[in-house]
């Protein structure tokens, strides 16, 4: 449904030569507030493709004129929003962008928790926190249903602070509650360390919370899109000098994964499951899979092997040398309560491989 409102303001200073730069610019801001207050509301999209503007002095234009004018704006406005394809909403997205701020303030958006398991000892080496969206209802939105969108909607940023700031809370608790010293991961993406102050935050926060920093693990995604290689070096640095290790997330893809991991100082790598998954039928991702490992001895990083589905690509991984296991094979992922039971049962004497 769309919703039109007018707004009728009188012109500064009419009768100053410069009064048009003037009120146009005091409609901007005044345009920026309201588009300010409903981005931090999830509405960021409706306001974007739905705003016009028009003055006129004196007794040049009714207010019926004027309004008319600034529908007219509208209206194009919305035609040429329609022309970019990447802000098109369906009405389905548009409920879902509205929804997810409230959704994080009511707590229905938490972390579960995907083990990463010593193939050789069964223990729980660390977990990966990975977002999932749990209505009041009970219904669960799946991360394809919310993250891209959250993305596209501009709300990437407010969900993987909440999920960030969950993980650290849940690694304070563990310790606290549970003498359970597993080493939780966060993804960030390239974005996050190039524009924000994330990394700070998440030592901050850590130290809050009283958490040691080698409890929480960064996993980079999307690092094709690396523009600033200085920003980005310097942040996993600074995050390495704190004591947190930084995994290259998803290696293989994308054309730059030798390059990034050339010039950035990473702890370890996670080799992409679109690789594990064909490892028994594909010579090809048989090779890359080797040489991969290869890679992180020669380098000297730890390697996690993510989507492991079935028993025997486990053992195939364990004859390449691959100790670290994430995927299916062992657990799917889990809220926090469950996990628990999972580690104390997989590792009764609760001590770290890594």
């Given at each position: 449904?769309?919703?039109?409102?007018?707004?009728?303001?009188?012109?500064?200073?009419?009768?100053?030569?410069?009064?048009?730069?003037?009120?146009?610019?005091?409609?901007?801001?005044?345009?920026?507030?309201?588009?300010?207050?409903?981005?931090?509301?999830?509405?960021?999209?409706?306001?974007a493709e739905a705003t016009g503007l028009?003055?006129?002095?004196?007794?040049?234009?009714?207010?019926?004129?004027?309004?008319?004018?600034?529908?007219?704006?509208?209206?194009?406005?919305?035609?040429?929003?329609?022309?970019?394809?990447?802000?098109?909403?369906?009405?389905?997205?548009?409920?879902?962008?509205?929804?997810?701020?409230?959704?994080?303030?009511?707590?229905?958006?938490?972390?579960?928790?995907?083990?990463?398991?010593?193939?050789?000892?069964?223990?729980?080496?660390?977990?990966?926190?990975?977002?999932?969206?749990?209505?009041?209802?009970?219904?669960?939105?799946?991360?394809?249903?919310?993250?891209?969108?959250?993305?596209?909607?501009?709300?990437?940023?407010?969900?993987?602070?909440?999920?960030?700031?969950?993980?650290?809370?849940?690694?304070?608790?563990?310790?606290?509650?549970?003498?359970?010293?597993?080493?939780?991961?966060?993804?960030?993406?390239?974005?996050?360390?190039?524009?924000?102050?994330?990394?700070?935050?998440?030592?901050?926060?850590?130290?809050?919370?009283?958490?040691?920093?080698?409890a929480i693990r960064v996993e980079l995604?999307?690092?094709?899109?690396?523009?600033?290689?200085?920003?980005?070096?310097?942040?996993?640095?600074?995050?390495?000098?704190?004591?947190?290790?930084?995994?290259?997330?998803?290696?293989?893809?994308?054309?730059?994964?030798?390059?990034?991991?050339?010039?950035?100082?990473?702890?370890?790598?996670?080799?992409?499951?679109?690789?594990?998954?064909?490892?028994?039928?594909?010579?090809?991702a048989d090779a890359i899979v080797r040489?991969?490992?290869?890679?992180?001895?020669?380098?000297?990083?730890?390697?996690?092997?993510?989507?492991?589905?079935?028993?025997?690509?486990?053992?195939?991984?364990?004859?390449?040398?691959?100790?670290?296991?994430?995927?299916?094979?062992?657990?799917?992922?889990?809220?926090?309560?469950?996990?628990?039971?999972?580690?104390?049962?997989?590792?009764?004497?609760?001590?770290?491989?890594?």
């Amino acid at each position: 449904m769309i919703h039109e409102h007018a707004m009728f303001l009188p012109l500064l200073s009419p009768t100053r030569h410069d009064s048009g730069l003037l009120n146009l610019l005091a409609g901007g801001a005044l345009l920026a507030v309201l588009l300010a207050v409903l981005t931090w509301d999830g509405l960021r999209d409706v306001v974007a493709e739905a705003t016009g503007l028009s003055m006129a002095r004196g007794e040049m234009l009714s207010l019926l004129a004027l309004a008319a004018i600034a529908g007219l704006v509208v209206y194009l406005a919305r035609r040429i929003w329609d022309l970019i394809p990447h802000t098109r909403f369906s009405p389905e997205e548009r409920r879902i962008l509205r929804s997810l701020p409230q959704a994080l303030v009511r707590g229905e958006i938490q972390p579960h928790f995907q083990p990463v398991v010593d193939a050789d000892s069964g223990k729980v080496v660390a977990v990966e926190a990975l977002a999932r969206w749990v209505k009041a209802d009970g219904t669960m939105l799946s991360p394809g249903q919310f993250i891209g969108l959250a993305e596209r909607g501009g709300l990437i940023r407010l969900l993987t602070k909440a999920i960030v700031e969950h993980a650290v809370r849940t690694a304070a608790t563990w310790r606290e509650l549970h003498d359970l010293d597993i080493p939780i991961s966060i993804n960030l993406s390239v974005e996050d360390l190039e524009a924000s102050d994330l990394v700070d935050h998440l030592i901050a926060l850590c130290d809050q919370y009283g958490v040691p920093h080698g409890a929480i693990r960064v996993e980079l995604t999307e690092t094709q899109s690396i523009v600033h290689f200085d920003v980005v070096n310097k942040a996993v640095t600074t995050l390495r000098q704190a004591g947190m290790a930084v995994y290259l997330d998803d290696f293989g893809t994308g054309y730059a994964s030798l390059s990034v991991l050339h010039r950035i100082p990473f702890t370890g790598i996670k080799l992409d499951q679109s690789f594990i998954r064909t490892l028994r039928d594909d010579p090809r991702a048989d090779a890359i899979v080797r040489a991969s490992v290869a890679i992180a001895r020669d380098l000297g990083l730890s390697l996690v092997a993510e989507g492991v589905e079935d028993w025997e690509t486990r053992d195939r991984l364990g004859q390449m040398g691959v100790r670290h296991i994430q995927g299916y094979v062992y657990a799917r992922p889990m809220p926090a309560p469950d996990l628990i039971a999972f580690a104390q049962q997989a590792q009764p004497a609760l001590t770290l491989s890594l």
